[in-house]
């Protein structure tokens, strides 16, 4: 099993990375306020996430490595996204306030499936 769930790590990046181009205004919702030019920080995002799930494809496993750190990089840049919906849970009614808080250390664990998927 945890073979395989490294093995999708790659194409479930690959793939939360199009959605961001797919649907760009749910990601523009969780954006926090502070932040300028959020359509292009959407973008920008998921051009990462899609980038570095290819590179977790890769059969190179130097490049696999870097996939990864990529993706940790990537992970702790939207981090504040989450943390502001965690804030700002009014703006959300439709997703429980225990689901908001779940998603903050929620990314430790895709960073961890990251990481093992770049060292398989």
């Known amino acids: 099993m945890t073979r395989i769930l490294e093995h999708a790590a ?3 990046f690959v793939a939360a990375g199009i959605l961001h181009f797919a649907k760009p205004k749910i990601y523009e919702s969780i954006m926090p306020d502070y ?3 959020q359509r292009e920080l959407v973008y920008a995002s998921g051009v990462a996430e899609a980038a ?3 590179l977790l494809l890769s059969g190179d496993p130097k490049v696999r ?3 990864a750190w990529w993706l ?3 992970l702790i840049g ?3 996204a989450n943390l ?3 804030l700002n849970p009014d703006r959300y009614p439709q997703i429980p306030k225990a689901g908001l808080y779940a998603r903050l250390p929620l990314q430790l664990v895709f960073i961890r499936w990251v990481l093992a998927a770049g060292r398989r």
């Open 65 to 67: 490595r870097f996939g």
């Open 84 to 86: 502001h919906m965690a």
């Open 78 to 80: 939207v981090f504040p």
């Open 72 to 74: 940790v990089a990537t």
């Open 52 to 54: 570095g799930g290819a």
């Open 35 to 37: 932040l300028p030019a």
């Open 10 to 12: 790659g194409p479930v």
